[in-house]
């Protein structure tokens, strides 16, 4: 009788591990995603992610677009868990907003490169500027410093080198500026409504397609399309491995994505991978 209540204790534990097995696997399964929130800008991102939510489907994965028209809410978004990833940003921004705001949010995945136009309905060209005139650009960090590099190309301004090299310069650090442009610093999204009241405003893609204008068409100064502010997918560190990502990463960087960018948008926008 010993033995067999030995026995029968020895065959319990092997059961009771075998569960135990069986309940971390699923436990581990439930942590692969198969529903996931992305945060977008409003326009190109989310017409993008059409094509992506269609490609990432055949894989198991549904994405659920959340659409901002704000760039300073999607990172804290994902910061508190409302979203799961997100895919509006190029790495100077995503950098800045770490550093200032204290995310710890990582690049998984290359998108778009969305070059930076100034745009104007008071003149056709640059070089139609006269003196004094108002010129407005974004007031974060990453694309006011990307604007004044964008004027400096064109011979408007010239930037203290050291802010150039740190990729953080602001207005004060205009050392020449021969036809005393007035810069005035103004929120992203404010920028397309500025342009009844200032010569030339710096706008993003995305705020420019949503105001009706084309870079190819409507931009008077032109960022080269090879420059340095590819957009990226973002997600917390602590799920930068996750199985979803890479499926998520795989399906915007698939042939389809591709080709609707390149016929969709002819060059305003530009795959990056």
């Known amino acids: 009788m010993p033995f067999r209540s030995k026995l029968s204790l020895g065959r319990r534990a092997a059961v009771a591990a075998l569960a135990l097995a069986s309940l971390g696997a699923g436990w581990a399964h439930a942590q692969d995603k198969t529903t996931i929130k992305v945060g977008v800008s409003v326009g190109s991102g989310d017409q993008i992610f059409e094509v992506v939510k269609k490609v990432a489907a055949r894989d198991g994965l549904t994405i659920q677009v959340v659409a901002f028209n704000d760039y300073q809410l999607p990172n804290a978004a994902?910061?508190?868990?409302?979203l799961d990833a997100n895919a509006f940003q190029h790495q100077p921004f995503l950098d800045n907003q770490n550093r200032t705001r204290g995310f710890d949010i990582v690049p998984v995945g290359l998108t778009i490169t969305a070059p930076l136009g100034f745009y104007s309905k008071k003149v056709k060209s640059a070089s139609e500027l006269q003196?004094?005139?108002t010129v407005a650009i974004q007031?974060?960090?990453?694309?006011?410093?990307?604007?004044?590099?964008l004027l400096q190309s064109a011979g408007l301004v010239t930037l203290k080198p050291e802010a150039v090299a740190r990729n953080n310069a602001t207005p004060l650090d205009v050392v020449?500026?021969?036809?005393?442009?007035?810069?005035?610093?103004?929120d992203a999204a404010q920028l397309p409504r500025s342009l009844d009241d200032v010569a030339i405003a710096a706008i993003n893609n995305d705020y420019a397609g949503q105001a009706g204008l084309s870079f190819e068409r409507d931009a008077v100064l032109k960022e080269s399309p090879r420059g340095p502010y590819a957009n990226i997918i973002a997600t917390r560190?602590?799920?930068k491995d996750k199985p979803w990502v890479k499926k998520l990463v795989a399906a915007y960087q698939s042939a389809e994505v591709r080709e609707f960018i390149e016929t969709k948008f002819k060059g305003s926008l530009i795959p990056a991978f």
């Open 131 to 133: 003196d004094g005139v």
């Open 237 to 239: 560190r602590a799920d």
């Open 78 to 82: 994902l910061a508190s868990n409302d």
């Open 176 to 186: 020449a500026n021969p036809k005393k442009l007035k810069l005035v610093a103004l």
């Open 139 to 149: 007031n974060d960090p990453s694309n006011g410093n990307r604007a004044l590099l």
